[in-house]
């Protein structure tokens, strides 16, 4: 069976995605993705950051409830949890009234898909900014 011609500007985009692929370069093909691999991207990126330091890093299965993450310390003697808000492009995030977070911390990662920018706040942070009593105090 005899090869199919292959015009010049297929080569060319092949030849490029190969060079990103070897060099270790990637480039973000779409500005929107799905929220769902907005998330997966946040929670991958804050896994990488904890394993970089030293700590033994577990993401749970996406639809766990309360947490993402749970992290043991270099030292095992620590063992955290955290939930990951991802998104891909606010500088400005709202935590509404989110009372009921579970986790030890939550991380607020923005601009997932360029250069990303992490947030970090303790259960107690997130209950004084999010949760207003009835007065709104």
Not at 46 to 52: F, G, I
Not at 111 to 128: A, G, M, S
């Amino acid at each position: 069976m005899k090869a199919q011609p292959v015009a010049p500007s297929e080569r060319r985009e092949a030849r490029r995605q190969l060079f990103i692929r070897a060099s270790g370069h990637w480039e973000v093909v779409s500005k929107k993705l799905p929220k769902q691999v907005v998330g997966l991207a946040g929670l991958y990126y804050v896994c990488y950051r904890l394993a970089k330091n030293g700590w033994i890093v577990m993401p749970t299965s996406r639809n766990t409830r309360g947490f993402d993450i749970v992290a043991l310390s270099p030292n095992l003697r620590e063992r955290i949890t955290i939930e990951v808000k991802s998104f891909s492009d606010k500088n400005a995030v709202s935590l509404g009234r989110r009372c009921g977070i579970i986790a030890d911390y939550l991380v607020i990662c923005t601009n997932v898909l360029e250069e990303p920018v992490t947030y970090v706040l303790r259960r107690e942070e997130v209950k004084q900014l999010a949760c207003k009593d009835k007065k709104n105090t």
